[in-house]
């Protein structure tokens, strides 16, 4: 069931990159991007503790952050 989990957050990452990401103009302020970040998180964590990584990531995302190289 964890697998299976897993496996449907990484996609669901994935689908992003691929067909929805191309759609909008580059705004990640980071290095690597949050989509990045967040699938090497969950890879490396597991869903749980990865997954809190990205939408901690993702909630700095904006533009009053200077951004920057920010390594998982």
């Not at 989990?5 to 302020?29: A, E, H, Q, V, W």
Request: positive net charge.
């Amino acid at each position: 069931m964890k697998k299976i989990i897993t496996c449907f957050i990484i996609g669901t990452i994935k689908f992003y990159r691929l067909f929805l990401s191309p759609l909008k103009p580059p705004s990640c302020r980071f290095v690597p991007t949050c989509s990045e970040y967040a699938l090497t998180a969950i890879e490396k964590y597991g869903v749980a503790r990865g997954s809190m990584m990205a939408i901690r990531r993702i909630l700095r995302c904006h533009p009053f952050n200077p951004g920057g190289y920010d390594p998982v």
